[in-house]
Nanobody, 128 residues
Framework: QVQLVESGGGLVQAGDSLRLSCAASGRSVSNYAMAWFRQAPGKEREFVAAIKWSGDITYYGDSAEGRFTISRDNAKNTLYMEMSSLKPEDTAVYYC?????????????????????WGQGTQVTVSS
């Protein structure tokens, strides 16, 4: 069983940067696909970014492209996401997700059902 714990959320101003972390425990996730999703109040959860187990392939949702960077440190069993140029519309609960399966397309990585393990989320609030 894999447990995921997100951290790094908080209240920031528009234009600020923030770094989210997701620490995995229970077993190594070094060969897992991992991703970030987010859910804003009153909206469905949406795909933000994903990364292959090797760290050399990444995918981004339209809202994150060019502003967010996903990365991982397999030695630390940790997933990260650097967020810059934050906007009020980035306000959401950000969730970390992991899957032991290997995918080969953006659509596969961007699908919630692809991930078996989820964290509890960390709140990011961006004020204008």
């Amino acid at each position: 069983q894999v447990q995921l714990v997100e951290s790094g959320g908080g209240l920031v101003q528009a234009g600020d940067s923030l770094r989210l972390s997701c620490a995995a425990s229970g077993r190594s996730v070094s060969n897992y696909a991992m991703a970030w999703f987010r859910q804003a109040p009153g909206k469905e959860r949406e795909f933000v970014a994903a990364i292959k187990w090797s760290g050399d392939i990444t995918y981004y949702g339209d809202s994150a492209e060019g502003r967010f960077t996903i990365s991982r440190d397999n030695a630390k069993n940790t997933l990260y996401m650097e967020m810059s140029s934050l906007k009020p519309e980035d306000t959401a609960v950000y969730y970390c997700a992991a899957s032991p399966l290997t995918y080969t397309s953006h659509n596969s990585y961007a699908t919630e059902a692809a991930y078996a393990y989820w964290g509890q989320g960390t709140q990011v609030t961006v004020s204008s």
